[in-house]
T-cell receptor, first 109, second 114 residues
Framework: RKEVEQDPGPFNVPEGATVAFNCTYS??????FFWYRQDCRKEPKLLMS???SGNEDGRFTAQLNRASQYISLLIRDSKLSDSATYLC??????????FGKGTTLSVSS | NAGVMQNPRHLVRRRGQEARLRCSPM?????VYWYRQLPEEGLKFMVY????????ESGMPKERFSAEFPKEGPSILRIQQVVRGDSAAYFC????????????FGSGTRLTVV
């Protein structure tokens, strides 16, 4: 049973498109939720935390549904520079961060 | 304000040799985490340390791997008698005592076993 599951993609979209990624997690006792971004096998970088009330940062919107154990990331008006792997990350009670395998996004002109 | 510093960036070892990977956390961060990323795979948690203490090593292979975070100096991930399957990117991350804001990662060490 995988703890954090993501659709690996790849998602291939044109510039300006809206794209959504989904993620499910297995442990209902999870405490913290994040989206990280990883470029070309470089180090992961925090994109945004995810809160139950939903949160937005510019073109990025994250949603958390605790009842369904489901997290989403919406990217509006995609840019070429958004091409990367997006990692869904969960911290269960008393553990370190657990990473999903990532969803690959490729934005083309 | 330097971020998480890892060295070396690249490390080549022959089968059977030892590999030592070093990680200095961000200033003010007392918690260190090691992750491994195999080719075409996601990041897998290995070990979580505080100064002089291993908090969680549930992701560490039972043999050949060890980690420490001494009172002075960087955290060290040590792999003895390396095998080809140990070839991977090893990332270190750090956080303050309250990790609710996520972790900051270092640039990683790419280990190649030949």
């Amino acid at each position: 049973r995988k703890e954090v599951e993501q659709d690996p993609g790849p998602f291939n979209v044109p510039e300006g498109a809206t794209v959504a990624f989904n993620c499910t997690y297995s442990n209902s006792a999870s405490q913290s939720f994040f989206w990280y971004r990883q470029d070309c096998r470089k180090e992961p970088k925090l994109l945004m935390s995810v809160y139950s009330s939903g949160n937005e940062d510019g073109r990025f919107t994250a949603q958390l549904n605790r009842a369904s154990q489901y997290i989403s990331l919406l990217i509006r008006d995609s840019k070429l520079s958004d091409s990367a792997t997006y990692l869904c990350v969960v911290r269960f009670a008393g553990t370190a961060l657990i990473f999903g395998k990532g969803t690959t996004l490729s934005v083309s002109s | 304000n330097a971020g998480v510093m890892q060295n070396p960036r690249h490390l080549v070892r022959r089968r059977g040799q030892e590999a030592r990977l070093r990680c200095s956390p961000m200033k003010g961060h007392s918690h260190v985490y090691w992750y491994r990323q195999l080719p075409e795979e996601g990041l897998k948690f290995m070990v979580y340390l505080q100064k002089e203490n291993i908090i969680d090593e549930s992701g560490m292979p039972k043999e050949r791997f060890s980690a420490e975070f001494p009172k002075e100096g960087p955290s060290i991930l040590r792999i003895q008698q390396v095998v080809r399957g140990d070839s991977a990117a090893y990332f270190c991350a750090s956080s303050p005592p309250d990790p609710s804001g996520g972790y900051t990662f270092g640039s990683g060490t790419r280990l190649t076993v030949v």
